[in-house]
């Protein structure tokens, strides 16, 4: 059930843009008000702090060309701020200077939205806008423990699919997704209440709910004559948990399923919370015959240090470069590097975020091992994982069927 009556109406919803040319301003004021939702403009950098604290905004539009203070200096700021704002970035820049900058306000750990050149249309504006009215609640106040207890907590299972493979049914495992059907607010993504676990200091609980979800499917998906993958996602805050690969190993144990048959995918940013304890708990999973793989790779300043020091035996390529292989020669080029990167070092190279078939046959083409995306499948439950799964141009709303890989098509 998707409830509404507990939403935050749009008027709650309020708007902040930094823009100094003002009929742009006035512009965006124009097409904001008509959503229905507050909005304030300033038209200098200078002004961000006093605005933000007279009344912190949900969404900003921040230009990145404001005279005197410049839109740079301004994240600078907001990070300071620790501003929880989802942002919008403009520019007249080229898309390279973009993508600088919004990889800058998200090392700043502020929760950019997007980019959007210049010049903007309305409808521009609206396509940001509508998907975060649609789905504006208090997410951070909701009882994480209270939901555990009645089991709102439940996994779907993304398929991961080998790319060279020239067996009509590719799909070699999945990786476990959380999600929260909330009594009120129906099926919450977890960008929206992985926030509420760190704060509510739950994300022991919740990863050993995650963990026993997964290793039972995988044993559900082996009694039925299927040995498939699992990979499970290690949040951060848990890399200084010294007992985390003994309580994995358990489980397995209890389950009787292969250790190899798991696959722990960790970020970058996590294993550098804490190096050492990183570095001796994926030993520890190496040792009891886990993988480990390096999720998101690419997005962190020191990818290669982290991939040389520590013992990955998966890289998973992150979807905001697979996205952009068809519009950006840059994306290809980091792609193409990534996977040669991979041979070289003979590990596992996944891609993510796959949607097209062009997207697909250059990944097989250079080599890629494994995909993940909604080209394949949406996520789905773990009894659907055992069909194989509906080919290229099947929508996410489409049940599982035959999968086929675009060089068979």
């Known amino acids: 059930m998707e409830g509404t009556d507990l939403e935050k109406s749009n008027t709650d919803v309020h708007v902040l843009v930094v823009e100094d040319h003002r009929d742009v301003a006035d512009f965006f004021r124009e097409v904001i008000e008509s959503l229905g939702c507050t909005v304030e403009t300033i038209h200098n950098g200078v002004d961000v702090r006093a605005a933000i604290k007279q009344r912190p905004p949900d969404v900003m539009f921040l230009d990145l060309g404001l005279p005197g203070m410049d839109g740079i200096e301004v994240l600078r700021e907001l990070g300071t701020l620790n501003c929880k704002s989802k942002i919008f970035m403009m520019s007249g820049s080229d898309l390279r200077t973009l993508a600088a900058a919004e990889e800058l306000g998200k090392q700043r750990a502020l929760s950019i939205a997007g980019t959007i050149p210049k010049p903007i249309m309305a409808e521009d504006v609206e396509a940001v806008l509508k998907p975060l009215l649609k789905s504006h609640y208090p997410v951070e106040s909701l009882d994480v423990r209270e939901a555990l207890g009645r089991g709102d907590f439940f996994i779907l299972f993304q398929p991961k699919v080998n790319l060279r493979s020239e067996s009509q049914s590719a799909v070699q495992g999945a990786e476990a997704l959380l999600r929260w059907n909330h009594p009120t ?43 498939l993958t699992v990979g499970i996602n290690i949040d951060g805050s848990q890399m200084g948990d010294l007992q985390l690969p003994d309580f994995l190993s358990d489980l397995t144990r209890q389950y009787d399923i292969p250790n190899q048959l798991i696959n722990l995918e960790i970020t970058e940013s996590a294993a550098m919370a804490d190096p050492i304890a990183s570095i001796d708990i994926l030993t520890r999973f190496r040792v009891k015959n886990f993988n480990v793989s390096m999720d998101d790779f690419g997005t962190g300043y020191s990818s290669l240090v982290q991939l040389y020091r520590m013992p990955f035996n998966e890289l998973k390529i992150d979807k905001s470069f697979v996205l952009d292989i068809e519009k950006k020669k840059e994306a290809r080029t980091i792609v193409e590097t990534v996977i040669m990167l991979g041979k070289k070092l003979g590990v596992v190279v996944c891609a993510e975020g796959i949607e097209t078939d062009k997207t697909c046959q250059f990944l097989s083409d250079r080599g890629c091992d494994l995909g993940q995306g909604y080209l394949f499948s949406k996520p789905i439950e773990k009894e659907a994982m055992l069909t194989e799964v509906r080919g290229p141009g099947a929508t996410p709303a489409q049940e599982p069927g035959t999968m086929v890989l675009p060089a068979q098509r």
């Open 185 to 227: 607010f129906g099926i919450i993504p977890p960008d929206r209440f992985l926030g509420a676990i760190r704060q509510q200091a739950l994300m022991p609980e919740v990863t050993g709910f995650v963990m026993k979800e997964a290793v039972s499917a995988c044993k559900y998906w082996k009694d039925q004559g299927q040995e």
